[in-house]
């Protein structure tokens, strides 16, 4: 039986080279944002699922603040490195798919953060996500989704970039296609070249509305930015919801 091949997300998240991308995303801003999320919500204790963690920071973050956190992502070697540097009595990584429940209504608040939604081929596979993340709350539990806000997005969208890092030469070509924003990842080192790319879904608020609808949530708020001012679907950078599980 041939193995099956891999989704674009399982290598491009699993590859050193991805770290070396984004390595230079704002700790400050993040940092920032999570705390105005905390005093938004006034969040002083819980748990909380970090979902798609990354590499672990604001799980760790966030266990620093005193809060029973759980991070998960797809990518091995993140949690590998996660488990390793992050090492707190509150504080647990897992490898885990977001579409799978994981411990079932068991988080007060479930984090999904800097668009680590959309990946998919079919818009359908989001709402897996969304029942994954209902089954895992507590009644009345909460979700904040942050993704980009695409309409903004797209009608900024740079066609070519090129980035040295690290003595790597990053070469990106973005498109739209087939209802997808894709970025394809040309990167060469001395000799080598790795090819990779990045598919997220254009996803707008009305497909938000719609997965929350069929998976028991209810809207409680929409913020356009990491300060959580209100959302302006033209000029807002970010599309962030928070959503409350609906009791059944």
Not at 66 to 86: C, H, P, R, W
Request: net charge negative.
């Amino acid at each position: 039986m041939t193995e099956q091949k891999k989704q674009w997300f399982e290598l491009w998240f699993d590859s050193p080279l991805y770290h070396i991308l984004y390595k230079n995303r704002n700790q400050d801003e993040a940092v920032h944002f999570i705390d105005n999320v905390l005093k938004e919500l006034h969040i002083e204790y819980g748990k909380i699922l970090d979902l798609a963690c990354g590499k672990g920071r604001h799980s760790y973050y966030l266990a620093e603040k005193g809060f029973d956190v759980v991070g998960l992502d797809l990518s091995e070697q993140s949690i590998k490195y996660a488990s390793t540097m992050y090492q707190l009595p509150n504080l647990e990584f897992y490898v885990h798919d977001m579409r799978l429940s994981f411990r079932i209504n068991y988080f007060d608040y479930i984090f999904n953060l800097f668009t680590s939604l959309g990946y998919f081929n079919e818009l359908k596979e989001n709402e897996k996500v969304f029942e994954s993340m209902h089954s895992g709350l507590n009644d009345g539990g909460h979700i904040l989704i942050d993704f980009m806000n695409t309409e903004k997005v797209i009608k900024d969208i740079v066609p070519r970039e090129n980035k040295e890092i690290d003595d790597y030469h990053f070469y990106i070509r973005r498109e739209i296609l087939n209802g997808k924003i894709i970025k394809h990842i040309h990167i060469g080192r001395e000799e080598k070249i790795w090819m990779f790319r990045e598919e997220v879904q254009a996803l707008m608020p009305h497909h938000f509305h719609t997965f929350l609808n069929n998976t028991g949530f209810t809207l409680v708020k929409e913020y356009g930015d990491y300060a959580l001012n209100p959302f302006h679907p033209k000029l807002s950078d970010r599309y962030i919801l928070l959503a409350k599980k609906i009791s059944v």
